[in-house]
């Protein structure tokens, strides 16, 4: 079962772009690099909790259901679960800002960075299958 709050958008960012990220330092200017700017993590596609958990539920052919908690039922759910108290109130400043539609911005600043083009989230859940089912 999958726990989140609000049908809201998010951005899948599922690309193999570790390989040369470890070389790019972000925020950071050198003579072959532009000045600083702030980036974004957002790619291809936009997805609502009920899609993404649609997807997920496609590589074990199980349903999964969402479920929608208020920020203190996800407070108190992540406190139960032991997440460190400090992190807590950033977690839920996350959803929220989802909720909100601040996460829903599509841009191509990973391929920009990287190289690489993101691979759609379904494509994550095929190629991770037997890590997905462990």
Not at 35 to 63: D, F, H, M
Request: hydrophobic letters at 45%; proline letters at 7%; charged letters at 20%.
């Amino acid at each position: 079962m999958g726990l989140c709050q609000g049908d809201h958008q998010t951005n899948s960012l599922w690309a193999d772009f570790s390989k040369r990220m470890g070389t790019i330092r972000l925020g950071q200017s050198t003579s072959a690099s532009p000045p600083r700017r702030n980036a974004s993590a957002p790619c291809a596609q936009a997805l609502t909790n009920a899609e993404i958990a649609a997807l997920a539920a496609a590589v074990p052919g199980k349903p999964i259901e969402v479920v929608n908690l208020s920020d203190e039922a996800l407070t108190q759910g992540m406190k139960a679960a032991s997440v460190p108290e400090a992190f807590v109130p950033l977690l839920v400043s996350f959803d929220a800002n989802a909720r909100t539609g601040g996460l829903a911005e599509v841009t191509a600043d990973v391929e920009k960075l990287s190289g690489l083009t993101p691979r759609p989230l379904k494509s994550f859940f095929e190629a991770n299958k037997e890590a997905l089912l462990g």
